[in-house]
């Protein structure tokens, strides 16, 4: 079993074949029916990011971590560690450098349905110490007798629990696929055959490589999708508003374009990781116009700031002309329960046509900001204390629309109280305010009674105040009056012009405090959910606190050009 | 069998014999009917301490540590924030299964199950949390005083239909159940009682989810009910209520079949030591639950293993003699599931109780329950795994594992074909974690488990 394993983690080497293969890369032994390929071209320095990284020493000082090292189960590991470590002369760390000194590499191939991984170690020699001293370990496992050998053009290879393996020169070739293995070696030994460095698809998708990317990955999505796999996911269309708002656009660019790529990059600071597709406008269908803009470059607008800003989302979508093109875009079940809310919100907006002069009367430019709130002055305080959080939007017409907004908040808060006092619940008392600057408030307040005025374990309602704000065009739909007062006294830098069609991003120094905040809500939900008592239910919540503690922020991006279309995921840690 | 049972001998200080001995399984007895189960050690410490001071222990713990008071509290609000009130009935749970005042606990349950309240129909946290709050607050205190709180109660008069009534249309229901179900039982007044109680209630309101006093409402004409007349207000109806021979009887009658035995009913005659004790202190309930706990009736053939365990005292049992934890979320659920759902009592009888938990399906319920218990990524017993937390109580052969469960956790011996399948469960495979899980399902889904 010992050997086994190691023969599966670092594989064996066998005699090489004379033949230098020192220019040759992963790519050029792969065939030109790869559809997948994926490379880690410097193993070490990812290593070097995830081990040497700042935050180590803090991870390594959290108790769950020192309980986790302090198992059997860990101890053994270590033990086994140790052992290779005196086989082979080098440290763990030295060794994995060592035998993947120039890469690691992945490939699979339609043609013969294989998957081959590629690692490129220091040199021969190395790649045969380790060779010589695992196959010592592998001759001390339970049975030896399982490693079948076998040659191809002089080539040794070996078999292990199917998957087969070979080493030329500084390079071990696996599979599980002997033909794809004998496709390897072909390339390998003759260099004549058509590889995937040949592929103008993967040339083109090299081209946008960023050469110290930690991870770089490629698919042949045409290929893939002429081979019918997941139909449902190159159909174009979706079953679901939500799905469609949110990737409504990437759905008709996979129908049409021939191969996508990824990379990741790693450092001390974060992880991002980026994908990208060939994308043109004329892919897109007309009733699909909501999601990049009738000419393809639609972008969100930029948020006013706020204090404690959480979330902000900022994107475009015109939501009125998706509403308008649903039946082109939905099937009849959906459609049908929007004909429903299209009727019930029309008669909510007194008549008028929600998709058409509701909607209608936005730009496409949508905002969401959430924030925390805080409470330090305000009573009641509610016992859980949520994030506030407004949409903030742009009227077409404001000298038209406000009015009509202002007028069915109005009737919204009336139709609150009027069912709140039906469940006995606290009513809201409105209020208009004109502010300085010419905007416009909105607001209502929930009046708590005498006995909960000055509450402080008070009903999670009090973390609202709905409000409404206007500013010019800015109109704002608020969770509390302060939020909304604050974002339309905001500025806004005027220059948008290098947005992308959206930008989500998650502060966490923010998230922190909001968890912080609920604090003694997640220990005792933890206490229930676990059986926890308080101590350890408070020792896990600190825990968490500590970890979300250590991030930054978190980001998500859609970008869209003339010819590419790509998602941005970025991580960001602290690192000092 | 009822005329077997002398009441002098009965109710007089359990002194142990070879017969009758002190011993583990007797502490675990104690245990079983004023709490929901100990593990070795407390059951040890009681043994050590004998059979009275052992009760007198638990009475004494009945008052509950500042500490712990403050912290169920506040997970109790943090609990309703949502408004949920299912979330309270896993407070209830999570507090079962760690207050250190097991008896203050059960009594609280035992009320609760009299003065049944269903949160089903009250949909409001706060209130049902202030009616626990109640109920633990008079559970070894004063019945009387319990009875006008009670009859106060906001939660009760909304569950009862009586958060208006009028003195022009006087609403009976309460007036009723007091005499009925909570305070005397039938047979121990008319309907014209029923009729003339009800006019001193007529003003008593819910507003806002507060008690209200509607004076315009009140009739302040004469009552004439129980054999008193005048110009009576709620209180003193109330209080004429619990002032009736017939009610210590029934409260002693309720103590009995809580604490000493489903069946046989007990008679007027048993009864009637109990009954003139609760008179004598002014309807206390301590003195009282503390001469059953300490009687020779309490550790007789006649109480051990002559209850069927609810599914609460099934499931808290089960791991208070484990020193078990748990999601308690899935632990409510699971006991509402069962029937005994906390703070979802099925109607204002309450629990029937005794054979009653037991039928085909309650039975494969039951073993489901400690199935997912045992199997529960939760679940930790003296906050390790049961192998581990087994081994730590040196029960790691089949018998020992058997022996242990049988003194801590069954009323009555387990039978010998039984010990052989669950030896048979706990020595095969090779799983160590499974098997043990495997066998402590069988030996809690005997037909003796099920026994109190």
Redesign the interface.
Known sequence: MLRTSILCCLSLITAADPVTAADRTASSLLPDTTVFYAEIANPSDLISTIFDHPLRENIESLEPYRMATNTDGYRAFLTGRKFVEIQLGMEWREAIETLTSRGIYLGVDAKTQGVALLINGKDAASMDLFRNKLLELSKLGKNPEQIKEGEYRGVTAYEVNKSKFAVVDDWLLITNKGDLGKVLLDRFLDGTETSLTENENFQAARKSRNRNASVWAYADIATVRDSGVAPQLYSGQSSNPGVELLVGGFLSTLQKTPFASAQLNASHQGIELGFSMPHKHDWVPEERNFYFGPDGTGHGPILPHTRNTLFTLSTYRDISEMWLRAGDLFNENINDGLAQADASLTTFFSGKDFGEDILGSLTPQVGFVAARQDFTDILPV???KLPQFALVMQLKDPGKMARELRRTFQSMIGFFNVVGAME?RSQLEMDIDKLDNGAELITSVYIP?EDDAAST?A??IYNFSPSVGFFGERFVVASTHRLARELVQADVPADDSELGNTHVQLEGDILRQVLNDNR??L???N????????EEAENTIDLLLEVVGYFKHLSASINVSSNQLGIQLGLHVKSD | MKQAIDPEWAWTEFQPDADTPWNLRAAAHLYRRAGFGANHEELTTAVEAGAVDAADNLLGSAAEPEDYRHEVTDLAHASMASGNVQQLSAWWAYRMLSTPSQLLEKLTLLWHGHFATSAQKVEDAKLMFDQNNLLRKYALGNFARLLQEISRDPAMLIYLDSVTNRKAHPNENYAREIMELFCLGEGNYTENDIRELARCFTGWEVKNRKFRFNRYQHDTKSKSFLGHTGNFGGEEGVRIVAGQDAAPQFVAMKLVKFMVMDEPSPSAELLAPLARELRSNEMQIAPTIRRILTSNIFYSAHARGRKVRSPVELAIGFLRSLEGSTNSYELAEKLQTLGQGLLYPPSVKGWDGGRTWINSSTLLGRSNLIRSLLDHEKTRFGKTSLNEYLASEDAESADEIIDWFQTSMFAVDIPAAARERIRTLLSGGNNRDEKLKDGVHALCTLPEFQLC
């Open positions: 509610p016992t859980i006995g009674d374990r009903d999670i003694g809500q220990v005792s939900q206490m229930l959910e676990d059986g926890n008592s308080r």
